[in-house]
């Protein structure tokens, strides 16, 4: 089985002063799961690393470039699930943790549950020795969180400005032909204290089936709780259409029915993937066969072979 490994840095209005490093971050996500699989790792290993990538690069809302709630504190929500069994791990309103992916995977293997939250997960983290996280907030974030107005605002305003911040995610195929999808956020900018969004809720900010695919979603996370987006448009597989065109007749549902805009990364259980959205720009790259693929502006899609590249290490 050829291996697959695909990427996202948020679907938003991404401002030009944020563009060149958005790009360059999903191409190290994408390098760093490409090089566990190519090592024969398994899918579940490689979302985790590529997630663990943009959860360390404040440019991405994740980790260390959490934006703010209304309180002006960092609240994380990761999800982690694996698509030959269906285990599951997740985590919602996490202050202190860098790589909530990790500890979301933590839940899934070592708790009898799927999601821990806030206190519950400190306190989990706490007992399985990671490490409490201090320095999650940016500077340049404190002083945007100062500036922006509060929360709530319209979905096409705040996604279509430079206050909007958003999800990452990956997901990816192994040679054995698994597949596992991951997501993490920090969530809305001035958001209520508590607010959770779809990124950590199962079949909504993601899913992983080996009977179809696995699927990472971003964007406006009310929007996408209420149509069930990451397995809507996994359904949308099932009944035969490609994973391009099940994520944008999803993506296009999601915006007649409730008015959300987003996008989503997709890849099926034979290789074929897909990376839509429906906002302004979507940091996105994917590694299939030793090429890269990669964009940011709709219809994008720039290549480099493995010839081009330095080979992330």
């Not at 390098?31 to 440019?59: C, Q």
Request: include cysteine.
């Amino acid at each position: 089985m050829k291996t697959v490994i695909v990427v996202h840095g948020g679907a938003w209005a991404i401002p030009d002063m944020l563009a060149k490093a958005s790009v360059a971050g999903v191409k190290n996500a994408a390098w760093a799961g490409d090089a566990v699989l190519k090592n024969g790792g398994s899918a579940i290993d490689a979302v985790e690393k590529a997630v663990r990538s943009l959860e360390d690069d404040p440019t991405f809302d994740a980790g260390h470039g959490a934006v703010l709630n209304i309180d002006g504190e960092v609240e994380l929500d990761s999800i982690i699930m694996d698509g030959e069994t269906l285990a599951t791990g997740a985590v919602a309103s996490v202050r202190n943790i860098a790589n909530p992916v990790s500890l979301a995977r933590a839940v899934m293997e070592k708790t009898d549950h799927v999601m821990l939250t806030d206190r519950g997960a400190s306190m989990f983290a706490e007992r399985i020795g990671i490490p409490v996280a201090d320095d999650l907030v940016t500077e340049l974030e404190r002083k945007d969180w100062e500036q922006s107005s509060s929360y709530p605002v319209g979905v096409e305003k705040f996604f279509n400005t430079q206050w909007g911040h958003d999800t990452v995610g990956a997901v990816a195929l192994d040679s054995l032909g698994n597949v596992a999808c991951a997501t993490s956020t920090g969530g809305i900018r001035n958001k209520m204290v508590g607010r959770v969004g779809d990124s950590p809720i199962i079949g909504s900010g993601g899913y992983a089936d080996n009977r179809s695919g696995a699927v990472s979603c971003t964007g406006h996370g009310e929007s996408i709780l209420k149509v069930t987006l990451a397995r809507l448009i996994l359904f949308q597989m099932e009944q035969g259409k490609s994973a391009t065109a099940a994520a944008e007749a999803s993506l296009q549902y999601m915006g007649e029915r409730v008015k959300g805009c987003g996008g989503a990364i997709v890849v099926s259980s034979t290789g074929d993937w897909a990376a839509s959205f429906t906002t302004p720009r979507m940091a996105w790259a994917s590694i299939k066969e030793d090429v890269l693929h990669y964009g940011l502006n709709p219809k994008e899609d720039f290549t480099e072979s493995s010839d081009d590249i330095i080979k992330w290490k």
